[in-house]
């Protein structure tokens, strides 16, 4: 197997252009007599479905396609949901997908996600993989994935001065979010000294949050790996991620309130801290969500970039409103 060293250059480069593309209002008996006729190119095969505009708009399995009867539209059988490699990602970044999603190939997209390009697993091994694999070849397959990843990792693994100037900026933003946290609660010195019972339970309180959002955030960077976000589609993701959210929050809220009330005997204390809880999570998660999806608009390196930005801005928000709420109702 010969492991090209390129990681860093466009995959569009290595890209094969001899494929084809399905018009999704076609039957399956026109799409089998396109297939016959134009052919197939390499031996891996998928099979992509597009709409009029010539966007991808799914993946046809080709069990499904040679067992649906011959009237059935290519719309009804496709799986919608496509993991997809952007033009202007690299050889690395392609390496992360095949280790990922374990598929033997990846339509290559524009911005308008038309296709471009197809890059499969040849690029990694000078053997050729048919499309329906029998046993040793499924195991040599799996070997293949196992040394990319082996290989993503010596990527990885630069040299400490190397992997310090590249870390290093992001634990800046931990540092930097932190004395603003620490900024912030000397704003609310006051409302600290008045209830102790404020400050026994800032760090649960910042836990949460942040497991939150990072939850969220995960969530995201994996969806975007797959689809061509748009604001409908930031919206709708929001709106569902937002309701996980919440009832997240009231549980925890509702158990922080009960251990509270049996502890201190203090329900005002409780459904304050309760309150801000719910509060918190909700912006939790929705920095969790933004946060990657405004870096991935941008262009930026949401793989390394996301997590320490959405941490930082959530324990800043989480200090601003957790004293804020104490402050007012207290």
């Known amino acids: 197997m010969n492991i090209k060293p390129t990681y860093d250059k ?16 076609l039957t399956v008996d026109e799409a089998l007599n396109k297939i016959r006729t134009e052919g197939v190119g390499e031996r891996i095969v998928y099979f992509y479905a597009v709409d009029d505009e010539e966007k991808l708009v799914g993946v046809l399995p080709t069990r ?3 067992t649906a009867k011959p009237e059935t539209k290519l719309e009804d059988i496709m799986v919608k949901r496509v993991a997809a490699l952007p033009s202007s990602a690299t050889v690395y970044d392609a390496c992360e997908f095949f280790v990922t999603y374990k598929f033997l ?12 390009g197809i890059i499969d697993i040849n690029i990694f091994t000078e053997e050729f993989l048919s499309s329906e ?15 990319i990843g082996v290989n993503i990792n010596e990527v990885k693994n630069a040299s400490p001065i190397k992997a310090w100037g590249v870390r290093f900026p992001w634990f800046l933003a931990t540092v930097t979010s932190g004395t603003i946290c620490a900024l912030l609660a000397g704003f609310f010195e006051a409302t600290i000294e ?14 949460l949050a942040e497991s939150t959002s990072i939850q969220s955030m995960t969530l995201t960077v994996q ?19 937002l309701k996980t959210a919440f009832l997240l929050a009231l549980t925890c809220s509702s158990i922080v309130i009960l251990v509270i009330y049996i502890w201190k005997n203090n329900l005002k204390d ?3 801290i309760g309150l801000s809880i719910i509060i918190i999570q909700i912006i939790a998660a929705f920095w969790g ?8 608009r941008k262009n930026l390196d949401i793989k390394i970039s996301a997590g320490p930005i959405t941490l930082a801005v959530t324990d800043i928000f989480t200090i601003l409103f957790y004293l804020g709420i104490a402050t007012i109702l207290m």
């Open 270 to 272: 409780a459904l304050v």
């Open 133 to 147: 694999p029998d046993i040793e070849e499924r195991q040599r397959i799996n070997d293949i994935f196992e040394t």
């Open 223 to 241: 969806a975007l790996h797959s689809v061509q976000p748009t604001i409908r589609w930031y919206f709708r993701i929001l709106l569902k991620e």
């Open 194 to 207: 008045e209830s102790i019972i404020i400050a026994f339970f800032l760090t649960l309180v910042l836990g």
């Open 105 to 116: 190939a990846f339509p290559v997209i524009d911005e308008q996600r038309k296709i471009v």
């Open 10 to 25: 466009p995959i569009i480069e290595f890209a094969r252009k001899d494929f084809t593309v399905l018009n999704k209002n």
């Open 289 to 296: 969500i933004s946060i990657p999806s405004f870096l991935h």
């Open 64 to 66: 499904r396609l040679l």
